[in-house]
C-alpha cells in the first residue's frame, strides 16, 4: 500500500518529526518576497515595487503596473503542428509624468533567453524603453 501526500505529512505530524525535506534552493539563489499581499521573484523585485510606490507617492511618476505581458511572436501552425506564441512577461511598466511608458525587468542574472526575448522585444516596441535594473 503507497501513502498519499496527506497521509505522510500525517504520520510525520504523529511522530513529531519537524524535519521535513530541506527546501529546494531557487536556481539563482532568489527568494520569494511578500509585499502588500504580492508575492514577488525576488527581494530586489519587491524592494524596487517599494520604491515605485514612493515615487507615485511623491508624484514623480504618474503610475506603474505589475507584470506586464508583451506578445514577441504570435502562435501559428505548421504542417498539422501548432505553436504557442512566444510571449514576455516584464516586472514593471511605469508611466512617466510626460506620457512616456518604461519597460523594467529587475534582474540578477541576464540569462540567454532573457537576452534573445530582449532582442525581439526592441524589434517589436521599437516605441517602449526597456530598461533592466540590477541593483536597487
Not at 14 to 33: I, V
Amino acid at each position: 500500500m503507497r501513502w498519499t501526500e496527506d497521509q505522510y505529512q500525517e504520520y510525520l505530524e504523529r511522530q513529531e518529526c519537524k524535519a521535513l525535506a530541506p527546501r529546494k534552493r531557487s536556481k539563482y539563489n532568489n527568494r520569494k518576497t511578500v509585499v502588500d499581499g504580492i508575492t514577488f521573484d525576488s527581494k530586489k523585485e519587491a524592494d524596487y515595487y517599494c520604491a515605485l510606490k514612493l515615487l507615485k507617492q511623491s508624484g514623480e511618476i504618474r503610475d506603474f503596473g505589475l507584470q506586464p505581458k508583451y506578445e514577441l511572436q504570435p502562435a501559428f501552425e505548421k504542417n498539422g503542428k501548432k505553436y504557442r506564441p512566444i510571449t514576455y512577461v516584464a516586472d514593471f511598466v511605469i508611466v512617466n509624468n510626460d506620457g512616456t511608458t518604461e519597460v523594467v525587468d529587475v534582474k540578477g542574472v541576464e540569462t540567454q533567453v532573457f537576452k534573445l526575448k530582449k532582442k525581439m522585444f526592441e524589434y517589436h516596441y521599437p516605441d517602449l524603453a526597456l530598461k533592466i535594473v540590477k541593483e536597487v
